[in-house]
C-alpha cells in the first residue's frame, strides 16, 4: 500500500498494518475492525487509527455504518469483476502509452524489482513480496508518464491485492506468472504495445481465473474472464483514441 520509506506517521503505520492484515487474511472478510482493540494491537492511539480506517474506507476495502462502526467488506464475484474490468481497461491503456516512452532506466527499475520479488519469496517473506510486485508493475505503469492514469490504478490495484493473495496460497503457477511479468517487460523495451497489452490482459485474466476458483467458485473464472475486456478490446479503445495519445508529454 505504501512503500516502507514512505511510511511518516502513526496512521500511516497503522493504514499499512491493517492493509496487510486484510490482505493476507489475518482480518477476514466481515470482520468487525474495533478502534480499542486495533489501537491496542498495534500499540498506538485510536485517533491514528480511526484516520487509518477511515483511509481504507476510501479504498472500498472498509466499510463504515453510522452506529455500528467499521467491518471488512465482503469478496464476491461481482466486486471480482468491476476491480478487473477496471484494471484491465486503466493497465492496458498505460502500457500501450508506456512502449511509446520505455527506456533503459525504465527497464532497470523494473528488474530491480523482480529480482527483489525472487528473492523474497526464496525468504518465504510476502509482505517484502507484494511490495516489490506492486514496484514491478507501477514502474511499467510510470513509464507512461500518464500521472493521472497511474493514480487511477491504485484504489482497483489494492483492492484486488487480497484476492489475487488469496488465489497465489491455493494455486502453484509462479513459473507461469513469472514468464507473463518477463515476457510483459521484453513487449515494452522493443517498444511494441500492442504485444504489452495482450501480455498484460492475459496476466491478468489469469489472476481472475484463480482468484474467482480460491473463492470456492469452480468454473466461475472461466465465465468472468469471458465477461471481461480482452486484449483486442483494450487496443481498438487506445487506438480510437490515438489522436490525444500524441499530445507531447513534457514532464
Known sequence: ????????????VAAQSLFDA?????????SPLRLKELSEQLGMSMMP???AIRRLA?????????????RVRDMTLGDLQDTYFSRIHLEGIAVWEAAKRFTVDDEARAREA????????AAGDRV??????????????????????????????????????????KHEIQPERDNEHEQLLVALTRGDGGSAVEWLVAHLQTSVRLSAESLGELGGGDVLTEALPSASDVLSGVKMAGVTAEIPISR
Open 128 to 169: 517484502a513480496e507484494r511490495d516489490a510486485h506492486e514496484r514491478f508493475h507501477f514502474a511499467l505503469y510510470a513509464a507512461s508518464r500518464r500521472v493521472w492514469i497511474v493514480r487511477s490504478i491504485l484504489p482497483a490495484w489494492r483492492n484486488s491485492e487480497r484476492y489475487r493473495v488469496g488465489a497465489l496460497r
Open 1 to 12: 500500500m505504501l512503500g516502507k520509506a514512505q511510511l511518516e506517521s502513526a496512521s500511516d
Open 22 to 30: 486484510i490482505v493476507d487474511g489475518r482480518i477476514p472478510p466481515g
Open 58 to 70: 476510501a479504498l472500498d476495502l472498509v466499510e463504515i455504518e453510522p452506529r455500528k462502526g467499521a
Open 49 to 51: 487509527v480511526r484516520e
Open 114 to 121: 523482480l529480482a527483489d520479488r525472487a528473492q523474497a519469496q
